[in-house]
Every structure is written in C-alpha cells, then in structure tokens.
C-alpha cells in the first residue's frame, strides 16, 4: 500500500501546495536529488530534444480527429492505474488514485461547483497516451509553447534543449518567434503531452463545461506561467483572467487532515472510498449523459 506522502503523484512536488506530512515545501518539486531523479531528467532531456512545432503539429493532426478508439470515462480511468508518470521527481505511483484524490480535494473545497470536481476527475486522463504506444516524454511533464524561445523557468532549461533543432532556427528562437505579442494562449502551440490531448478530446466532444475548465484542463501543467511567471508576453486579457483560476485549481488541498473524519483513514491507505467512486460517476451521468438516455451504461468519448 502507497505510505501518505506517496499518495499523489503531483500534489506532492508542487511547489505552491501546502506542506504535508511533514515535507517541506521547498522539497516539492526537487530536480536536483532524489532517488528517481536520472529518470526524470532523462524523460526531459527527450522531451526538450524532440518537441518542436513540426512535432506538435504532427501530433495535433494525428490525434485531433479522436477517430482511433471510443471508451467511457470510467474506463479510461481504471486504465490509468497502469501509467507511472516518468517525469515526477518524487513518486512512483498510478495515477486514477490522483484523480479521485483531486476530485475529492476540489469537491470539499468548492462544494457549490460540481464542474469544478469534475475537472479534477479527468486533468490527467490524457496519459493513457502513454498505453497507446507514445513515449513518455510525449505524454507528461511540465508544458511549455513551441516556436519561440524558451524561458528560464522551464525545468532544466539550461542543460536540455542542445539538441533541440528549433532553438537554431531565427523564426523559432527569438522572444515572440512565430506569434504576435499578447496574441493569446489560445493562438500559441503547446508542447504535446496528456494536458493538450485531453483538451481536445473535449472540445472534439463537446463538453458541456464552462470555459474555466477548459483553461485548467490545457494549462495545469503548464508551470513555466503559473508558477513562474514567464510567457506573460503572449498572454491575452482573457488569459490573465483565466489564470486565477488555473492558479486554484494547482492548490486544491489533499482529502485527509484534520477534520476530514473516517474518510481520511480509507485515502491514506491508498484506497478510494466507495462513496467517492459513486459521487464521481453520478457527476459524469449529470453532466454528459442526455435525459432522454439515461439507461445508457456510461457516456463515451471519441479517444485514442
């Protein structure tokens, strides 16, 4: 069984988290020791080697079609416990644990925004990228745009783009490179990975989802402007705005501690309870399951 501090594979690096179980904040997020840390730089190394505007464009042609598989929400989430995130510095886990434990955070800290819950539930349900034959470093990781030049708080952005041809080419490699000033993130290509993919396979399917949740779902892993601050100069008004949002979906709090009673005990020991399990699928059915089909087993989406 997973110990509480290995419970969530992305809580527990996020340098704007609250500490937990004793972890100091400035151990969150720790790309220069740990056990696990040659494999994670290797996976960046990789993704700062290959992803490049004709690879994002590639992949976003490939995939934005949704035409390779359907399977329902529940599905893809029962697969996700076969993904461990290469680019995690800390743990070693699967991640439909992480989606119920965000879903549940989200829901005891915003109980009036049932879509906000939701997000949590499918923000990193694109990794099952990672089952249909994608490396790694295609799939997760920290996000950052493609076709201008790279900002300092991209993670080991000193050390890995080398071999990355775009940062020699003169359209890529200046500060705006192929966009206009505060064009708008919507306008920008971003690295391909399980945030971007997700992103379309809602707008492809049309989620019934307000445009927040659309930000967090794109941007969450995008720490480079979240966190650090960088790439504001792309930014649209409508961006800035988002970015309150995006910023809260990041400090969504653990569903344990003080006060949380029994449940606490069931998510410390690796286990999601029953009831979360059935709160989360009757949001699905109210979200996307049409009234007059309600008899159908879950609603499905177009995948890969």
Known sequence: LPSPQDADPSEVYRP???????????????????????????????????????????????YGACAQRRMSIMEALDLLDN?????????????????????????????????????????????????????QWAVVGDTFPVGCRVQESVVFSDSTFHDNPDTKNPLYNTQYGIYQPHCGLANVLMSWGHDEYMYQVMKFNNFALPQEAFYMIRFHSF?????????????????????????EFKCVPQPWGRGMGLLSQAWRLGIVPMEAKAANLKLIKTFFFPQTQSDRELWELSAT
């Open 16 to 62: 704007e988290a609250g500490a937990e179980h004793g972890k100091l904040k400035t151990g969150y997020r720790n790309y220069t020791a740990g056990p696990l840390l040659d494999r994670v730089y290797n996976t960046y190394l990789l993704m700062h080697t290959h992803q490049t505007v004709d690879f994002v464009r590639k992949k976003g042609a490939e």
């Open 83 to 135: 993904v461990v995130d290469e680019s995690d510095p800390d743990v070693d886990f699967p991640n439909s644990y992480h989606a119920y434990q965000t879903a549940e955070g989200i829901r005891r800290a915003h109980p009036d925004k049932d879509w906000f819950q939701l997000v949590g539930l499918l923000h990193d349900m694109g990794k099952i990228l990672a089952l249909a034959g994608e490396p």
């Open 223 to 247: 720490y480079p402007w979240h966190t650090g601050g960088d790439y504001m100069h792309l930014c649209s008004n409508e961006d800035l705005r988002m970015l309150a949002w995006v910023k």
